[in-house]
C-alpha cells in the first residue's frame, strides 16, 4: 500500500520561503500523480499545486509565481518551494497521490485515495 508523509511544515514571517517534502513509499514514480492540498481554519480545502509523470503541473491562481512543485523520482518524493510568504497561505497542507498518472493534474482529492497526515504551515504578519 502506498504510504504518503509530509514533511517541513513550520513558522515563518512573511515573504519567507519553506520547502514541503511528499515521500511517497510504494508509489511507482512512472505512473503518478501527487497533489498539494490545504485546509486553513473556517475555510474549504483548496488544492494547490500537482505534478505527474507526463511533467505536467498545476498550481492555483493564488500561488502562480510564488510557488514551485517538482519530483526527485529516485526518492518517491516530490516537493513543494513555498517563496513569497503570505499570512494568507497558513494552513494544514496535505499530500495526496494516486498510483495512475493524469496527463494534466488537477486538485480533483477524489481521484487521490492515498493522503498523509498534513503538515502545518504557520505565515506571521
Known amino acids: 500500500e502506498v504510504q504518503v508523509v509530509e514533511s517541513g511544515g513550520g513558522l515563518v514571517q512573511a515573504g519567507g520561503s519553506l520547502r514541503l517534502s511528499c515521500a511517497a513509499a510504494?508509489?511507482?514514480?512512472?505512473?503518478?500523480?501527487i497533489c498539494w492540498f490545504r485546509q486553513a481554519p473556517g475555510k474549504e480545502r483548496e488544492g494547490v499545486s500537482c505534478?505527474?509523470?507526463?511533467?505536467?503541473?498545476y498550481h492555483t491562481d493564488s500561488v502562480k509565481g510564488r510557488f514551485t512543485i517538482s519530483s526527485d523520482n529516485a526518492k518517491n518524493t516530490v516537493h513543494l518551494q513555498m517563496d513569497s510568504l503570505k499570512p494568507e497561505d497558513t494552513a494544514v497542507y496535505y499530500c495526496a497521490a494516486r498510483a495512475r498518472g493524469v496527463v494534466y493534474p488537477y486538485p480533483l482529492d477524489w481521484e487521490y485515495p492515498h493522503w498523509g497526515q498534513g503538515t502545518q504551515v504557520t505565515v506571521s504578519s
Open positions: 510504494g508509489l511507482a514514480f512512472d505512473d503518478y500523480a
Open positions: 505534478i505527474s509523470n507526463y511533467g505536467n503541473m
